[in-house]
């Protein structure tokens, strides 16, 4: 049996979902139609604030490995903050035109329930990193132009689910998490034929205006919650879930795939 293989085998083992990603129609494993607003807090480094992402009700924890990040995280910390996460919050790898080498690490050492992919990733590497690991990934899609949010239609059938971001200004480090709002009115053209997550610049104050103009069912944050770039505040993190999950969607977005 390969590495890869091995890696795949001890996730499903460890947290009981990953094998029901290729067999089911929600392989994320949550019905937000059902279940009311999703949110996911990213770029988690800590255990004081991951335990309060998941008491607080996060539905997603983040943790991010992309090294010029003020949020990366080292492989062995983040295998401890998933271990605490697992069971109670859908633990996200998120990951920047990553090689198979440091995913097959991050796979074998921290067993995301979820890859979320952050960089110029084609559908064709998509599909091939949803077989190659049998786990639910999620793309991200940075706009700036209706033309970038009609670009998400190309993974329709490749990633289980769409995270639309801001752009990042020219020039940035960083692809996402520079508290970026993008205009959301330019999502209007294809917020009814994907399932997704709405990110860029949320905060406690913005979040239920985000949902009510995108119908969003899914929230992401990062910089929204943070005192300093990759410094997360639990106070912080507490209000935007409560804010967020408080919250009413306009429109009966599709589920995840």
């Not at 949110?39 to 983040?62: M, N, Q």
């Amino acid at each position: 049996m390969n590495s890869t293989s091995s890696a795949c085998d001890a996730v499903a083992q460890g947290n009981g979902h990953t094998t029901d990603f290729l067999h089911s129609r929600h392989p994320l494993g949550h019905n937000p139609a059902m279940m009311g607003i999703e949110v996911k807090i990213c770029g988690l480094k800590t255990v004081e604030t991951l335990d309060a992402a998941v008491h607080f009700g996060a539905d997603y924890v983040g943790l991010v490995f992309f090294a010029k990040s003020p949020r990366n995280i080292a492989l062995p910390d983040a295998a401890m903050l998933a271990t605490r996460a697992r069971g109670k919050s859908k633990i996200v790898g998120l990951v920047v035109d990553a090689d198979n080498a440091l995913l097959d690490a991050i796979m074998r050492q921290v067993m995301p329930d979820i890859l979320q992919l952050h960089g110029e990733e084609t559908p064709d590497r998509v599909h091939e990193l949803k077989k190659r690991y049998g786990c639910g990934i999620i793309k991200a899609i940075k706009v700036e132009t209706a033309d970038d949010a009609q670009s998400a239609l190309d993974y329709v059938d490749a990633a289980n689910l769409i995270l639309f971001d801001a752009k990042a200004p020219k020039g940035a480090v960083l692809p996402g998490g520079n508290g970026h709002v993008f205009d959301w009115r330019l999502l209007d053209g294809v917020k009814g034929r994907v399932p997704f997550m709405l990110s860029g610049g949320l905060t406690t104050g913005n979040v239920s205006a985000a949902i009510r103009a995108t119908g969003a069912l899914r929230v992401d944050v990062s910089s929204g919650v943070e005192s300093a770039p990759g410094t997360k505040d639990v106070a912080m993190i507490s209000s935007f879930i409560v804010a967020a999950k408080a919250s009413t969607h306009v429109a009966n977005m599709p589920n995840i795939r």
